[in-house]
Structure formats: structure tokens, C-alpha cells
């Protein structure tokens, strides 16, 4: 009787626990997809919602693109991408050392640590089907047909 109770209290403690930096599970990889700000952009309607996670369409991307002098970007789907990329070392590879317009910080992904990279992988996995691609990039000068946010050079003081 005692121990089933002790059984029963652990295994709601560690429902509970916050994952650990150095973790390798999927569990870490929630919770760095939130801190590392990857929903921000490529979760639609995560920002708008004030940070609640659709598991329906996290990170498969958003139609919303970023236009400016690189043309119009979308935060691709992160379940394609990682299919496409294979295995979990294949992943990892990739993601210390690709490079994607803007405004994709992926100077922010090459500085992860490893065990992150991995379990962002493990989490993405774990989301479930792939679903579709995101609208294809479109080059300076050309109107995408999807809405659009620009984000301008800098506007410079007089004098
Ligand atoms: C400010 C918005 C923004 C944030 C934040 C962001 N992304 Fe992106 N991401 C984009 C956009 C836009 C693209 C498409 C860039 C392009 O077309 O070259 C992209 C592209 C990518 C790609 C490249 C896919 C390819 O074509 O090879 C990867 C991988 C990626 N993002 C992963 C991440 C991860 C992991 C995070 C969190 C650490 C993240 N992104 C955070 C906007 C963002």
C-alpha cells in the first residue's frame, strides 16, 4: 500500500519536472522549441494566441510571409525538414551548418548544444504527420499571394 502510493507520488513528480539542459528526450525538445523561439515563426498562430501550442499544426509552418530586400520568405515546416534530413545524426549535421535567408536566426540554431538539437529532433518526430509544404519563397520584386509582414532597412535621421 505505501509503496504503490510512493510509485504513484514519483511518477506524478516526474510528469511535473521540467526537463534538464543535457537531457536528450522529447520532453527537452518542447520545451527548447518554446525557449529557443521556434514556434514564434514557424507555429501559425502561436505568437497570436499568446504562446498556446496547437499540436495539430506545430511547426509545420506558417503561410505568413517576410518580405524585404532578400524577397519573401516563409518559415518552412520543420516536420518536412526533418523527414527530408533523415536520421537524428543526419539532423544534427544539418543543423550546425545551414544557412537560410531572413528572418531565419540560423546562426541561433548552428550555437545549440548538441543534446538540444537532438531532442528538438525527437520532438518534431514525435508531432505526428508531416502535413504540407509552405508557399515557395518568392524573389525581390515579384507580389507573393499570400499575406505578408515587410520589414524595411532602416530609416536613417536627417543630417
Ligand atoms: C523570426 C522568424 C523565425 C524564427 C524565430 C525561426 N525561424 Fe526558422 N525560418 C524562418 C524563415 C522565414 C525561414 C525560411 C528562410 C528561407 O526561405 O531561406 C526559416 C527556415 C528555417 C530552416 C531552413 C529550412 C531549409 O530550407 O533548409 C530551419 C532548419 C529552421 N528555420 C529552423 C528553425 C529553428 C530550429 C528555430 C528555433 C531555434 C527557428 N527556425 C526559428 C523564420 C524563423
Redesign the pocket.
Known amino acids: 500500500m505505501k509503496h504503490s502510493m510512493l510509485l504513484a507520488v514519483s511518477a506524478l513528480v516526474a510528469a511535473s519536472a521540467p526537463a534538464l539542459a543535457g537531457d536528450v528526450s522529447v520532453k527537452r525538445g518542447a520545451q527548447v522549441a518554446i525557449t529557443?523561439?521556434?514556434h514564434?515563426?514557424?507555429t501559425a498562430g502561436y505568437s497570436e494566441s499568446g504562446g498556446k501550442v496547437d499540436p495539430a499544426v506545430a511547426l509545420k509552418g506558417a503561410s505568413l510571409g517576410?518580405q524585404g530586400p532578400w524577397g519573401t520568405?516563409?518559415?518552412?515546416n520543420?516536420r518536412l525538414?526533418a523527414r527530408e534530413r533523415g536520421s537524428e545524426d543526419d539532423f544534427l549535421t544539418y543543423?550546425k551548418s545551414?544557412q537560410?535567408?531572413p528572418?531565419?536566426?540560423?546562426y541561433?540554431?548552428h550555437a545549440m548544444d548538441e543534446s538540444d538539437i537532438r531532442s528538438?529532433y525527437q520532438y518534431i518526430v514525435s508531432l505526428g504527420e508531416a502535413g504540407e509544404p509552405t508557399p515557395e519563397?518568392v524573389p525581390p520584386g515579384q507580389e507573393p499571394i499570400t499575406p505578408y509582414i515587410v520589414i524595411a532597412p532602416p530609416i536613417m535621421p536627417k543630417g
Do not use: E, Q, S
Not at 528572418?103 to 540560423?106: G, I, K, N, R
Open positions: 529557443a523561439g521556434c514564434d515563426c514557424h517576410w520568405t516563409y518559415a518552412v520543420l525538414i543543423a545551414f537560410a535567408r528572418p531565419m536566426p540560423f541561433n540554431v528538438l519563397y
